[in-house]
C-alpha cells in the first residue's frame, strides 16, 4: 500500500500518470477513473461504477473539474445503496454510474445528471433529471469545483437563476 501510494503522488511532470487524482490519502476508484478518461479514445465514451465521492470529495476536485472544463462529462447518475444493490456495501455508501467522454462534447452540451436515486427506474423521472452547462458549473461551484449537488430539477433551475444575478463570494 505504501509503495502504492508513492507510486500515484508522482506529479505528472515527474512522468507520473495520476496528475489529478494522485494527491492527499489516494483512493484507488479515483485512480481507476482517471486511467479510464486517459485511455478513452476521443470519439468513445467510458461508463463505470465508482463511489460518489469522484465527484464531490476535495481530494477528486481537481480531476472533476476537468470533466466540464474540457466537455468530457457526459452523465453521472447517483445512487444511494438503500435497496442493497451491492448488498455487501453499507446502505448509507453512494455510488455512482459515471459516464465520460474520450473528446470534447462541444459548446452546447449540458451534462445529465440525477442525484439520491436507489433504482434505475427513477432516472426516467423527468423531474428528477437535471442537465448542467460547463459554464453552470463554473457559476455555481467555482470555489469547490465539485459537483453541485440537487434533489430536484426546480431545485437547479432555482439555482442557477440565483447565480446567473448574484456574484459568487471566492
Do not use: W
Not at 50 to 70: H, N, Q
Amino acid at each position: 500500500a505504501e509503495a502504492m501510494s508513492v507510486f500515484a503522488h508522482v506529479n505528472g511532470e515527474d512522468g507520473g500518470r495520476f496528475a489529478l487524482t494522485g494527491v492527499g490519502d489516494v483512493n484507488t476508484y479515483a485512480l481507476f477513473a482517471e486511467t479510464n478518461q486517459s485511455i478513452n479514445d476521443p470519439a468513445g465514451r467510458a461508463g463505470f461504477i465508482v463511489p460518489t465521492g469522484i465527484a464531490t470529495d476535495d481530494s477528486t476536485k481537481a480531476f472533476f473539474a476537468s470533466l466540464p472544463e474540457r466537455r468530457r462529462l457526459a452523465r453521472l447518475f447517483d445512487f444511494e445503496n438503500r435497496k442493497k444493490v451491492f448488498p455487501a456495501v453499507d446502505s448509507r455508501i453512494k455510488f455512482c454510474l459515471l459516464t465520460l467522454s474520450g473528446g470534447d462534447l462541444g459548446e452546447e452540451h449540458r451534462a445529465q445528471f440525477v442525484f439520491f436515486a436507489h433504482d434505475v427506474t427513477e432516472l426516467q423521472d423527468k423531474e428528477r433529471q437535471i442537465e448542467l452547462s460547463r459554464e453552470d458549473f463554473l457559476r455555481i461551484n467555482p470555489n469547490t469545483k465539485t459537483a453541485p449537488i440537487f434533489r430536484s430539477r426546480r431545485d437547479a433551475e432555482i439555482t442557477r437563476k440565483i447565480y446567473e444575478r448574484v456574484p459568487v463570494l471566492i
